[in-house]
Each structure stands twice: as structure tokens, then as C-alpha cells.
């Protein structure tokens, strides 16, 4: 069973920048397509970026909120997944967590959190 651990969250002001990291040890990582997925205070889960793994060739696929300003990389040899947030924005404040892109899902983690404020 693949564990999940994301990490790099923090507090930024409006149009700033953070990378977060997910670390999955255990096998199976390579071969899924993975994502991110953010949740707002009283809001549900959403799947926020997403990427595929085919060979050398990576797909990836943004929600309109985020497109322009979110990259999502991913480093099989390494079993980590990347998010790169910039130009962020209030409405971005959630707790961030990577996770596959379908079910069935790897157990949750904890997830990191970010907060955007002045």
C-alpha cells in the first residue's frame, strides 16, 4: 500500500509563490495517474491538477481556476509528485493533498496547508 506525505505548505501573501512536494513510498506510483486535490473550509474536495505518466510524455490537466498560474511535475525514479503555485490568491487557501487521480484511492494523507492572506 502506497503512503502518501504531502509537505511545503505555508502562509503567503497574494501573488506570491510555494512548491509543495508529496512523497508516496511503496510501488505502484509510476504507473497512475496522480493529482492534487485542495479543500477549502466548508467546501469539498476538489481535484485540482492532474497528471499522467506515459513513458517519457507527461499529460497534464489543470482546473480553470488554477490554469496559468499552477504546474504539476511528477518524478517517478524519485515516487514524488510536485505542485507549483504561483501568482496564488486568497481563494486558493485550503489543505492541499496528492492522491490518485481515479478510485480506488491511496489512503489519504494529512495533507499540507496553505493559506493566503496579506
Known amino acids: 500500500q502506497v503512503q502518501l506525505v504531502e509537505s511545503g505548505g505555508g502562509l503567503v501573501q497574494p501573488g506570491g509563490s510555494l512548491r509543495l512536494s508529496c512523497a508516496a513510498s511503496?510501488?505502484?506510483?509510476?504507473?497512475?495517474?496522480m493529482a492534487w486535490y485542495r479543500q477549502a473550509p466548508g467546501k469539498e474536495r476538489e481535484l485540482v491538477a492532474k497528471?499522467?505518466?506515459?513513458?517519457?510524455?507527461?499529460?497534464?490537466d489543470y482546473v480553470d481556476s488554477v490554469k496559468g498560474r499552477f504546474t504539476i511535475s511528477r518524478d517517478n525514479a524519485k515516487n514524488t509528485l510536485t505542485l507549483l503555485m504561483t501568482n496564488l490568491k486568497p481563494e486558493d487557501t485550503a489543505v492541499y493533498y496528492c492522491?490518485?487521480?481515479?478510485?480506488?484511492?491511496?489512503?489519504w494523507g494529512q495533507g499540507t496547508q496553505v493559506t493566503v492572506s496579506s
Open positions: 511503496g510501488s505502484g506510483f509510476s504507473g497512475n495517474v
Open positions: 497528471i499522467t505518466s506515459r513513458g517519457y510524455i507527461n499529460y497534464k
Open positions: 492522491n490518485k487521480a481515479t478510485g480506488p484511492y491511496y489512503t
